[in-house]
């Protein structure tokens, strides 16, 4: 291999390297995260004869819960009101640490292929 293109796969590696850096920053600055969805439930009660029955914009509610599952079972957490925007926020965090994780992991395969590439050079 050429001393230029040694001298690029080096930078390569570099660049690699910082970026891994920048986005493990970017996992640090999580806050508390759970895996789920938010749902906000209007349901009917039990009395028949209530107009939630016959009107949907009559039923009650605001209700609001957490899904999620737990040994391929789904979990219905009920929420109060004042706690809803903490759960929203960490299932909205869930779904960006997964977003990082799949960008790390990308980045990890690119500099790994770089670095056997350097490895390679270096024992010929």
Excluded: W
């Excluded at 605001?62 to 009920?78: A, D, G, I, Q, S």
Aim: aromatic share 6%; proline share 3%; net charge positive.
């Amino acid at each position: 291999m050429g001393k230029t293109s040694n001298q690029k796969l080096t930078a390569l590696i570099r660049r690699d390297a910082q970026r891994f850096e920048s986005l493990k920053q970017e996992v640090m600055q999580l806050a508390y995260f759970c895996k789920g969805t938010v749902l906000k439930r209007m349901m009917k009660c039990g009395n028949q004869q209530c107009a939630c029955h016959r009107d949907p914009a009559h039923r009650h509610g605001p209700y609001f819960e957490c899904t999620y599952k737990v040994h391929n079972k789904t979990v219905n957490l009920k929420l109060y009101p004042e706690v809803t925007p903490l759960y929203r926020a960490a299932t909205q965090q869930h779904r960006k640490l997964k977003s990082l994780l799949t960008r790390l992991e990308r980045h990890s395969r690119v500099a790994l292929a770089h670095l056997a590439k350097q490895k390679l050079a270096n024992t010929t």
